[in-house]
Nanobody, 123 residues
Framework: QVQLVESGGGLVQAGGSLRLSCAAS????????MGWFRQAPGKEREFVAG????????YYLDSVKGRFTISRDNAKNTVYLQMNSLKPEDTAVYYC????????????????WGQGTQVTVSS
């Protein structure tokens, strides 16, 4: 059974940092695009960050550029999201995803998703 399991979410004050991890099991995604999405209450899910199969190419939502960093360790089958200078508007459930049809930029139609981890930023 293929699983993506996120961890690292929590409650943090504005200006603080969190590091999300997403560990994959059941298959390897070392040749596939992976990424992070988020969904705030009452809003649609949105793309946050993506990373290509090798980790060389990264992509970000404009509002998180310079604050968030996505990375991956293919040996551990894990992708990370380092979030710095957090703002209240970053509050959302964050989802990890893997796209077996893409090797570069993940699509919103990715075929594997984690269960999500809550990130809450207080002002």
């Amino acid at each position: 059974q293929v699983q993506l399991v996120e961890s690292g979410g929590g409650l943090v004050q504005a200006g603080g940092s969190l590091r999300l991890s997403c560990a994959a099991s059941g298959r390897t995604f070392s040749s596939n695009a992976m990424g992070w999405f988020r969904q705030a209450p009452g809003k649609e899910r949105e793309f946050v960050a993506g990373i290509n199969w090798s980790g060389v190419n990264t992509y970000y939502l404009d509002s998180v550029k310079g604050r968030f960093t996505i990375s991956r360790d293919n040996a551990k089958n894990t992708v990370y999201l380092q979030m710095n200078s957090l703002k209240p508007e970053d509050t959302a459930v964050y989802y990890c995803a893997a796209d077996t049809s893409r090797w570069d930029l993940i699509s919103e139609y990715a075929d594997y998703w984690g269960q999500g981890t809550q990130v809450t930023v207080s002002s």
